[in-house]
């Protein structure tokens, strides 16, 4: 069994930072990568930014310049530091990690952003 927890969201003004972390547990003995991903309500669930094993970063357009990914796979960890919080990016955000293929989630932690 495999768990993903996640910490750190929480309420803060714009242009406030926040810092997301995550670790997984459990029978993990391969991750292809990690990733944090959000979903913000009426609106489909969109990527925010993943590492993988080859330590290939990707972050989505909107978060470029703003937020930072942090991976230590064989730790099985991995943080989101979010900087210029803007109101667009509230949204539940979610952990997930990849193992031998398989999407393993976290519950998720809000992140509200208020103007």
Do not use: H
Request: with cysteine.
């Amino acid at each position: 069994q495999v768990q993903v927890v996640e910490s750190g969201g929480g309420l803060v003004q714009a242009g406030g930072s926040l810092r997301l972390s995550c670790a997984a547990s459990g029978s993990i003995f391969y991750i292809n990568g990690m990733g944090w991903y959000r979903q913000a309500p009426g609106k489909q669930r969109e990527l925010v930014a993943i590492v993988t094993r080859a330590g290939i970063i990707n972050y989505a357009d909107s978060v470029k310049g703003r937020f930072t990914i942090s991976g230590d796979i064989a730790k099985k960890t991995v943080s989101l530091q979010m900087n210029s919080l803007k109101p667009e990016d509230t949204a539940v955000y979610s952990c997930k990690v990849r193992n031998f293929g398989i999407d393993y989630w976290g519950r998720g932690t809000q992140v509200t952003v208020s103007s």
